[in-house]
């Protein structure tokens, strides 16, 4: 730009001076022989009013000629007669000098009076502008004066015409460079500040403000620099716009993944990761991910082929995780890549399972006592039974009988519990009391078995929760106590206010529970032993009840145990 610049002043000035002078020239050399036309005339004049005698032709000739040369007017003189004949010249000797009437100038002014002309000199050899006049002298003769003088001097004055014109497209040219420079410092400058700024801006940068004088070039500057807010306005709304989205897309439960047709990662939320495992931060592809982004892949090509929504369940070992997956094509076309959405359906899926577990073994508890029922009284009506046997089927059936009552009491408070939401205006509920009431509804059966009852309970000691359910829990607990101990053995009960905690200690010296069914005896209707269990009237029940009461207020319950030692059940709630 600042070359082109340089150029253009350079040529424009050079051409400027070039075409000056392709015209001053000419009209130099025009008032320079105007200048000698018009001396030419005034000799001629002056020597045409003398009227010189043929005698002293020479003389007056050669004297006047010098005269003039002092004047530094190198003019020569010649004088004809009527026929052409040279009668005197300043500059060579008359009678070596040949006819002149054939000399156009001469023959002009026979013809005409006055003549002129220039050429080539024959005597002198140069340049010459010759001008005659046809003068009567007073003695009647006629005779043509001639003045010439050499053109050798417009030679010089065109020189000194050129060397002036090099010295001025020399001072032009310096002058084109200088202020090309300054021009160049005007235009160019704001205009490389503009590119780099421009430039900056296709490249992701935000470019500083362009500055300019007050003229276009300032002009330009602001509107780029209004474009250029403008842009990072729109910029920073796009960029917002993404965040807002990636954060609502991140803070989904559900993982989301996008592909586009050639199977590059465009979107992988965090989630989406969890639920599929590691893949390495530097992965474009999901084949470059773990073996369970593969299956997802496949589900995605299968999408983008075929086209329409799918929504297939994937069971992820070892992890034990099921998740669900709806993968869409992103756009009609199958180029525009596919989207997954993924689901966590683990818990759900447990909990349907746990929920057609619950039904069969309802059913199945129910069904056994009822079998046993039917049979008895099959067996009662079937014939004639002496009054003892009648008497223990009768007893068999009302065992029976209070299993079942006492397995749906389990049921309906396990499911009240449950779907009973939270309690309105828990009241507060004295521990030792409720203790004491499930002790004292125990004691036959301890009695029964040499079974001492301990227990440990400061009076002041009250649980938020409603007396009904706290007496459940005790009941259960203390229930199992007495169950799976040992004759002769000891249940204590024990409760203090632990770092504002308040923790009961149900502990029995009785059989113990093996440590892999520590985890799942507080399932619905798990049992270590299930022919003891049942054999003692348990239900499968207690346990769940306890963990869903516990809960129901903010508690929960524990359980350590040692084989043939003990097991002791820690319930805690927080201080009212
Ligand atoms: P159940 O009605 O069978 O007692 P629970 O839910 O109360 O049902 O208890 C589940 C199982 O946990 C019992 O079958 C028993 O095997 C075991 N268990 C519970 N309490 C004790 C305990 N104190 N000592 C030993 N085993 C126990």
């Known amino acids: 730009m600042r070359k082109r610049f340089f150029r253009a002043a350079t040529v424009s000035i050079v051409a400027g001076l070039l075409i000056a002078f392709l015209f001053a020239v000419p009209l130099m050399q025009q008032v320079y022989t105007d200048e000698i036309r018009e001396r030419l005339a005034a000799v001629l ?59 156009p100038e001469i023959r002009e002014a026979m013809a005409s009076g006055t003549g002129e002309d220039v050429r080539q000199s024959a005597t002198t050899g140069d340049r010459q502008m010759y001008m005659a006049r046809r003068v009567s002298g007073k003695d009647g003769g006629t005779r043509i004066y001639r003045a010439s003088v050499s053109l050798g001097g417009t030679n010089q004055v065109q020189g000194t015409l050129w060397l002036c014109g090099g010295v001025g497209i020399f001072m032009g040219l310096v002058i084109a460079l200088i202020s090309a420079h300054y021009a160049a410092g005007r235009v160019v400058e704001p205009l490389q500040s503009l590119t780099g700024a421009a430039r900056a801006m296709a490249e992701g940068a935000t470019p500083a403000k362009v500055e300019g004088a007050p003229d276009e070039m300032g002009e330009l500057a602001g509107a780029f620099n209004t474009m250029a807010d403008r842009l990072a306005a729109a910029h920073a709304e796009l960029e917002q716009a993404n965040d807002r989205l990636a954060g609502i897309l991140q803070g989904m439960d559900d ?88 689901s966590d359906v683990t818990r759900l899926r447990k909990l349907e399972q746990m929920r057609s577990d619950f ?34 089927f009768y007893e068999i059936i009302e065992i029976e009988a209070e299993r079942l009552q006492k397995l749906t009491d389990d049921l309906l408070q396990l499911s009240e519990i449950e779907n009973g939401g939270a309690e309105p205006d828990v009241p507060l509920t004295s521990l030792s009391e409720t203790v004491e009431r499930a002790a004292e509804s125990l004691r036959p059966e301890a009695d029964a078995r040499g079974i001492r009852l301990h227990i440990f309970v400061p009076p002041e000691l009250r649980v938020r929760a409603h007396p009904r359910r706290l007496y459940q829990l005790m009941k259960n607990l203390m229930e199992n106590g007495v169950k799976y101990n040992r004759e002769g053995g000891i249940l204590n009960i024990s409760a203090a206010a632990e770092r504002g905690v308040l923790v009961i200690r149900v502990h029995d010296t009785g059989i113990g529970i093996p440590p892999e069914h520590r985890d799942r005896i507080f399932e619905r209707f798990y049992r270590v032993d299930k022919g003891r269990s049942r054999e003692l009237g348990g239900t499968g029940l207690g346990l769940s009840i306890v963990k869903h009461i516990a809960g129901l207020y903010g508690g929960d319950v524990s359980v350590a145990s040692e084989m043939g030692v003990g097991t002791t059940f820690t319930v805690r709630f927080p201080m009212p």
């Not at 530094?72 to 300043?90: I, K, W």
């Not at 309802?362 to 079998?371: A, Q, S």
């Not at 099959?378 to 009648?390: F, I, Q, Y």
């Open 45 to 103: 004049a002056l020597a045409g009013e003398m009227d010189i005698p043929d005698g002293d032709l020479s003389d007056t000739v050669a004297r006047l000629s010098g005269r003039l040369a002092e004047e530094d007017t190198s003019v020569r003189l010649t004088v004809l007669d009527e026929q052409g004949f040279v009668l005197a010249d300043s500059a060579a000797d008359a009678a070596d000098m040949e006819n002149h009437a054939a000399r």
């Open 255 to 342: 993982g989301v993944l996008a592909v586009d047709a050639g199977g590059r990662i465009l979107l992988m939320t965090h989630r989406a990761r969890d639920l599929l495992g590691d893949c390495p931060a530097t992965a474009r592809r999901l084949d470059e991910c773990g073996v369970h982004y593969l299956a997802v892949g496949d589900i995605l090509k299968r999408v983008m082929r075929e086209g329409g929504p799918v929504r297939e369940t994937l069971s992820l070992t070892p992890e034990e995780r099921t998740v669900q997956v709806y993968a869409a094509r992103v756009s009609e076309e199958p180029a525009g890549g596919a989207l997954a959405v993924l």
């Open 359 to 392: 039904v069969a073994n309802v059913t199945h508890e129910l069904k056994t006592p009822l079998t046993s029922i039917r049979g008895y009284i099959e067996l009662l009506k079937s014939g004639e039974r002496d009054p003892e046997t009648a008497r223990s």
